[in-house]
C-alpha cells in the first residue's frame, strides 16, 4: 500500500511542494488551468470544454464558495467587491480585492494564504486581479507599486513603484505575463496623468520599456493636440490587461479617457493616442498601428474594453481579426495586422456620432459635448466587465447598458484640468446581453433584463462562452446566469448574495468541469451534480 | 478672490453613497438632493475613496490668495494653471508638499537660474499660506466631490413656455402642480427632475398585474428579474411571485410619457423648458 501513497505524493503539488506555472501552456487554449486574466491571450474567454452543456447545465451543483471575511469598509469602499478574474493553476485559486490577495484551495475552497499591502493613496475602485510567471505572482497596490509575491507562501519577493500616487496615477489592472515581459498599466483623472503601459523584467521588477499613451514634442501624433502640455496632462490610460498575437508578435491595447476628462476646450483636436485600441510590439513597445475609436473624448469613454483576437473567414478568406465592443457604444472589427475597419457602427442607440471617416473612425458631433447648459447624450454603454466570443456561434457577446444622462461642463477655464465636468443621469439605463454578429455588428439575439434600479455604470457582470453551447454571466440583482450561445434562453441561474461581479471562468479538475465567478464578497464555484456528471461521462 | 471654476452659482450636491458604487461623478436619478446641504461630506468621501491625499487649509488658503495674486499669479496664472510660468496645479513639488514641508522651502530660495525670484521677504507662516492656497486649487480641481454647478439657466423662457403648452399641459398644470417647482428644486436639479421625476410617491411608482392560471395579484412593483416579481398589494403585504411558466406579468408605469421623453427630448427643448420652468416661482 505504502507505494501507492508515495506515487500520488510525486504526482500531486502536496503542501509545501512548490507551486509552479508550466509556462508552456500559458497562451493554449484553457483547459486545465486559467493562467492568466482572460485565460489565454486571445481575450475571447472561450472554452473548449462541453462536460456542461446546454443538455445539463439545469442540474449545475455548488460545491463550496468563499466569502472574504477578513476585510471589512476600505475607505469609500463599504464591503468587499470581487472584480477579479481568478487565476487557476494546479489546484489553487488566485484572486484579488484592493490591496488583498487570496490563494484557495480549488477543491475546498479553504484558505491557504492571504497577502496584505497597506497603501498610502491610490484609487480603490477595484482591483482585477493577478499575472503568473512561475512560481511569482504579480499584484498592484492602489497607490502605484508592482508587488511580487510567490505563489506558494503569499511572501513578498519584492516591491517596484511604476508612478506617483500624489500626481493621481493609480492601479488597478491585472498585470499580463507574456514570455519574460510583465505588462503593467495605470490609470488616473483627478490631476490628468499622462498614461503609459510598461513592461518589467519578471526576476527583478527592472523596467524593459515604457509606452507613453500620447505623444512628446515632434513625435507623430502631436499635431492632435493644441500644444506639447496639453498631450503631457492628456490621459490615455492603460488600466485593463490587453491581447497578444504571437505569430504577429504584437500586443493589443485599449486605452482611456482624454484628460480634462469634461472639458476639451483646451485640446481640441483628436487626441491621441488615447481612447483608441494600440497595437504594440511585444519586445520594444512600439507602436505598429492606431485606430481611435473615440476622437476627442470628453465623456470619460475609456477605450479599455478588451481587444478580442479572432481568427474568422470573412468573404471566404481566412482573416486575422480584432473586436472591440468599447464603452462610447460602437463596435469594431479591425484587421489586426494593420488596424483596418471591416466593421464599425453602434451597437445600443446613440446621437453622438455624425458618421464614420475614411477609416472608419467615428466622427464626434461637436454638439454633444458637455455644456454648461447641460448636453444629453448616452452613458457608458459597457465598462471593463469582460466580453466573450465564441468560435462555435461567431458571436461576440458584451453586457451593454442603454441609459441618457445630461453632461454639463463646469471648468470653462481656458485651461481647464481634472474632471472639469458632471453628468446627471435621466432616469434609470436598462442592461441587455446582446450577441454581435462579427461579420455585420447587428445583434443575432439579446436579452433586456427586468430591473427597477437600471446599471450601475463601472460595475457589471463579466462573460464567458463554452463549447457546450453555454454563456456564463449574472444580471444586477445577484442572479449568476447561464444562457444558451446560439438562442440566448436562459437555461440555470442561481441566486448569490449580491450581483456577479467578476469574469468567470472554467476548468477541469478531477474528471469534473468547474465553473468558477464571483459576486459581492463571495467567490462560487459549481460541477455538475452526480446524477448529470455519470450521464456527461456515459 | 474666488477661483472661477468649479463656480459658485448654484449647488449640486453629489450622493456620496451613488458615487462609491458608481465611480464617476454620476448622479443617480433615483435619489433626491437634500435641500441645500453643501457638499463637503461627500467631498471627503470622495477625498479618501480617490486617495487625495491631507486636505488642504481653507482658512490659510484664504490668507494665502492675495499673497499668491500679487506676488505669482503675473507669473502662473489667477488660477496657479500656468501663464508664462509653469502650471503649478501639474506641479510635482507641489503635489507632493503637505502643508507647506517642500513649497515654503523652495519659495525662500527660488531657482534664479530659471527665472524663478527668491520670496525670502515673506514670512514662513505667508509661504505656508500661499501654500495652502495652491492646495486648495487642486482640491477644486481633483475632489470631483466638491464640484458644483454653474449658472445653468441659458435656455430662452418664451420657447420654453410654448413648449410646455403643447406638451405638458394636457397631465399638468400652471397654476397646480407647476407652480413653484423653481422654489423646490435648484436649476440643476429641476432640469433633470422635469425630464425624469424621481419616482418618490407612490402615484408614480410601476404598478403590475401579474396572472397565473391559478390567481392573479396586483401592486406596486419592489422589485422584478427574470425569475421573480416583488409586489406590494394595496393590503399593504409583500408578495413574491416566480415567473414560472404561464405566468404573465403587465407593467404599468404612471411616468411613461416622461420615460418616453429621455432620448426624444432636443437639448434646446430641455434647457428652454427649464429656463420657463425658473420663472413659475
Known amino acids: 500500500m505504502r507505494w501507492w501513497i508515495v506515487c500520488l505524493g510525486a504526482l500531486l503539488p502536496a503542501a509545501g511542494h512548490a507551486n509552479e506555472l508550466d509556462m508552456t501552456i500559458v497562451g493554449k487554449p484553457p483547459t486545465t488551468a486559467w493562467p492568466t486574466f482572460n485565460g489565454d491571450y486571445t481575450g475571447q474567454r472561450f472554452s473548449s470544454l462541453q462536460q456542461i452543456n446546454d443538455s445539463n447545465v439545469a442540474s449545475l451543483q455548488l460545491q463550496w464558495s468563499y466569502r472574504i471575511a477578513d476585510v471589512g469598509a476600505q475607505r469609500g469602499a463599504p464591503v468587499p467587491v470581487i472584480k477579479a478574474t481568478p487565476l487557476l493553476v494546479n489546484g489553487t485559486l488566485y484572486f484579488t480585492i484592493p490591496n488583498n490577495v487570496y490563494a484557495v484551495d480549488a477543491r475546498t475552497g479553504a484558505k491557504l494564504w492571504s497577502y496584505s499591502w497597506v497603501d498610502q493613496g491610490g484609487h480603490l475602485v477595484g482591483n482585477r486581479g493577478l499575472g503568473m510567471y512561475k512560481s511569482w505572482l504579480y499584484f498592484l497596490g492602489p497607490d502605484d507599486w508592482v508587488i511580487c509575491v510567490d505563489s506558494n507562501t503569499g511572501k513578498e519577493r519584492w516591491r517596484k513603484q511604476i508612478a506617483d500616487a500624489r500626481l493621481q496615477y493609480f492601479t488597478t489592472t491585472a498585470p499580463l505575463v507574456i514570455k519574460d515581459h510583465v505588462l503593467v498599466g495605470v490609470g488616473g483623472d483627478a490631476m490628468d496623468i499622462r498614461g503609459f503601459l510598461v513592461s518589467l523584467n519578471p526576476d527583478s521588477g527592472d523596467i524593459q520599456w515604457k509606452w507613453w499613451a500620447t505623444p512628446g514634442a515632434g513625435e507623430p501624433g502631436i499635431e492632435t493636440w493644441p500644444s506639447v502640455n496639453a498631450a503631457m496632462h492628456g490621459g490615455g490610460g492603460t488600466w485593463q490587461p490587453g491581447t497578444y498575437d504571437p505569430e504577429l508578435n504584437l500586443i493589443y491595447w485599449g486605452t482611456g479617457n482624454t484628460n480634462p476628462v469634461f472639458a476639451g476646450q483646451g485640446r481640441k483636436g483628436a487626441n491621441l493616442y488615447t481612447t483608441s485600441i494600440v497595437a504594440l510590439d511585444l519586445d520594444s513597445g512600439k507602436l505598429a498601428w492606431h485606430f481611435q475609436v473615440s476622437p476627442h473624448d470628453t465623456h470619460d469613454w475609456d477605450n479599455t474594453e478588451m481587444p478580442v483576437l479572432i481568427n474568422a473567414d470573412i468573404e471566404g478568406r481566412p482573416r486575422k481579426l480584432l473586436a472591440q465592443a468599447a464603452r462610447n457604444g460602437w463596435f469594431v472589427v479591425l484587421d489586426r495586422t494593420n488596424g483596418k475597419a471591416l466593421v464599425s457602427t453602434p451597437y445600443v442607440k446613440l446621437n453622438w456620432a455624425k458618421g464614420v471617416d475614411k477609416r472608419g473612425q467615428p466622427i464626434p458631433d461637436p454638439a454633444k459635448e458637455p455644456s454648461v447648459s447641460g448636453s444629453m447624450t448616452i452613458t457608458s454603454a459597457t465598462n471593463w466587465m469582460s466580453p466573450s466570443y465564441s468560435p462555435a456561434t461567431g458571436l461576440f457577446y458584451v453586457n451593454a447598458a442603454e441609459g441618457v444622462a445630461i453632461y454639463y461642463l463646469l471648468d470653462t477655464d481656458a485651461r481647464p484640468s481634472g474632471y472639469g465636468g458632471t453628468l446627471s443621469s435621466l432616469g434609470t439605463s436598462t442592461r441587455f446581453l446582446k450577441a454581435l454578429d462579427i461579420r455585420t455588428g447587428k445583434a443575432r439575439w439579446q436579452h433586456e433584463y427586468p430591473n427597477l434600479n437600471g446599471a450601475p455604470s463601472t460595475l457589471g457582470p463579466g462573460l464567458l462562452s463554452t463549447a457546450g453551447n453555454l454563456v456564463f454571466t449574472g444580471d444586477d440583482q445577484g442572479n449568476l446566469i447561464a444562457y444558451s450561445a446560439d438562442q440566448g434562453k436562459i437555461l440555470w441561474h442561481f441566486r448569490a448574495s449580491a450581483a456577479q461581479s467578476n469574469g468567470p471562468i472554467t476548468y477541469m479538475q478531477d474528471g469534473r468541469q468547474w465553473v468558477v465567478l464571483a459576486a459581492g464578497d463571495t467567490l462560487y464555484a459549481y460541477t455538475l451534480a452526480p446524477a448529470a456528471l455519470n450521464r456527461a461521462n456515459q | ?281
Request: proline residues 8%; aromatic residues 6%; contains cysteine.
Open chain 2, 1 to 281: 478672490m474666488r477661483p472661477k471654476c468649479p463656480g459658485v452659482a448654484s449647488r449640486l450636491a453629489l450622493f456620496s453613497a451613488a458615487l462609491l458604487v458608481c465611480g464617476p461623478a454620476v448622479l443617480r436619478a433615483q435619489a433626491e438632493p437634500s435641500a441645500a446641504a453643501p457638499p463637503a461630506r461627500s467631498g471627503q468621501a470622495v477625498r479618501e475613496f480617490l486617495g487625495l491625499g491631507p486636505p488642504p487649509d481653507p482658512e490659510a488658503a484664504k490668507r494665502g490668495a492675495p499673497i499668491y495674486a500679487t506676488n505669482c499669479a503675473f507669473c502662473h496664472g489667477p488660477l496657479a494653471r500656468g501663464a508664462e510660468g509653469p502650471s503649478l496645479v501639474y506641479s510635482e513639488l507641489v503635489l507632493e508638499d503637505e502643508h507647506g514641508s517642500r513649497v515654503g522651502e523652495f519659495l525662500k530660495a527660488g531657482r534664479p537660474e530659471r527665472g524663478m525670484p527668491a520670496f525670502a521677504t515673506l514670512s514662513d507662516e505667508q509661504r505656508k499660506d500661499v501654500a495652502e492656497f495652491l492646495h486648495q486649487q487642486i482640491e477644486d480641481i481633483a475632489n470631483r466631490g466638491t464640484y458644483q454647478a454653474r449658472d445653468i439657466l441659458l435656455g430662452d423662457p418664451r420657447k420654453g413656455a410654448s413648449y410646455v403648452s403643447e406638451h405638458c399641459l394636457g397631465c399638468h398644470s400652471l397654476t397646480g402642480d407647476l407652480q413653484g417647482l423653481a422654489q423646490k428644486w435648484r436649476p440643476v436639479d429641476l432640469q433633470r427632475y422635469w425630464i425624469m421625476p424621481p419616482r418618490k410617491t407612490s402615484d408614480r411608482a410601476i404598478t403590475a398585474t401579474v396572472r397565473s392560471p391559478q390567481a392573479s395579484w396586483q401592486g406596486r412593483v419592489l422589485e422584478i428579474d427574470d425569475f421573480r416579481i416583488v409586489l406590494v398589494e394595496d393590503s399593504g403585504r409583500p408578495v413574491a411571485i416566480a415567473r414560472d411558466a404561464g405566468v404573465a406579468v403587465e407593467l404599468h408605469d404612471p411616468l411613461a410619457p416622461h420615460v418616453a421623453l429621455i432620448g426624444a427630448l432636443s437639448d434646446s427643448d430641455m434647457i428652454n423648458v427649464t429656463a420657463y420652468l425658473e420663472t413659475l416661482k
